[in-house]
């Protein structure tokens, strides 16, 4: 069965440090993309960053950086320099090729990530 | 220009009226979403239109009602819903098609918050 599993409900992180959010993932499909989202309490989901599971690099948007570690099936999201403003809930999502034409996302249950002054 | 609009931002209604939330992307997508998001949850896929065309509905109860006008459009009539329909709902798009690669992601509207009485 596809799943994603985020087992840090919450965080907390200093402002200006580095701080991880772990996403795994269990899927048979050898080929799937891999998403992260960010949602503040406003509620939008704003996309943060996209690894594909042929991508040879990790990928890399600014601060985000995803630790792609296909052989444990992991997939986590660094952000480096925490800023106040990264406080939000954070969800991983995996996308399956049979699925990719119509975009049936799984997500995880999402962590919460609070930056400290 | 990578915004997907809402409409309205706030519904409060009665379980016997009827009302309507508007999506709106003027990106070219030819994938549109609508997603259900209790509080502290993922985001649950409710219906997926690719070219226009009903392509998912996840088992949504029939008071829920999609339409897509045209490519850029995308409505989610509502009509005697319950008040465990109160949710945050959102619209998103993606390109579509079948691919993985990157910049099929799905962007995501600042959603609705509907509160039924």
């Known amino acids: 069965a596809q799943k994603i599993t985020q087992t840090q409900p919450g965080m907390f992180v200093q402002e200006k440090e580095a701080v991880t959010l772990d996403c795994t993932y269990d899927?048979?499909?050898?080929?799937?993309?891999l998403f992260w989202y960010k949602q503040p309490s406003s509620g939008e989901m704003i996309f943060l960053i996209y690894?594909?599971?042929?991508?040879?690099q990790n990928a890399t948007e600014g601060r985000y950086s995803l630790n792609f570690q296909k052989a444990r099936k992991s997939a986590n999201l660094v952000i480096s320099a925490s800023q106040l403003g990264d406080s939000a809930m954070y969800f991983c999502?995996?996308?399956?090729?049979?699925?990719?034409?119509?975009?049936?996302?799984?997500f995880g249950q999402g962590t919460t990530l609070q930056v400290k002054p | 220009d990578t915004e997907v609009t809402q409409t309205p931002k706030h519904l409060v209604m009665g379980m016997t009226n009827k009302k309507s939330l508007k999506c709106e992307q003027h990106?070219?997508?030819?994938?549109m979403y609508w997603y259900k998001q209790k509080a502290k949850k993922p985001p649950e896929l409710m219906f997926v239109?690719?070219?226009?065309?009903?392509?998912i509905n996840e088992s949504v109860p029939s008071r829920f009602s999609p339409e897509c006008p045209n490519s850029s459009l995308l409505n989610l009539h509502l009509h005697a819903l319950q008040p465990e329909d109160s949710a945050l709902y959102l619209c998103?798009?993606?390109?579509?098609?079948?691919?993985?690669?990157?910049?099929?992601?799905?962007?995501f509207g600042p959603g609705t918050r509907l509160t039924v009485l």
């Open positions: 998103a798009s993606s390109q579509g098609g079948n691919k993985l690669a990157g910049g099929n992601e799905q962007f």
């Open positions: 899927t048979s499909d050898p080929s799937y993309g």
């Open positions: 690894q594909g599971s042929y991508d040879q």
């Open positions: 999502a995996m996308i399956l090729r049979g699925s990719s034409n119509t975009g049936k996302l799984i």
């Open positions: 990106m070219g997508h030819r994938a």
């Open positions: 239109y690719s070219y226009e065309k009903l392509s």
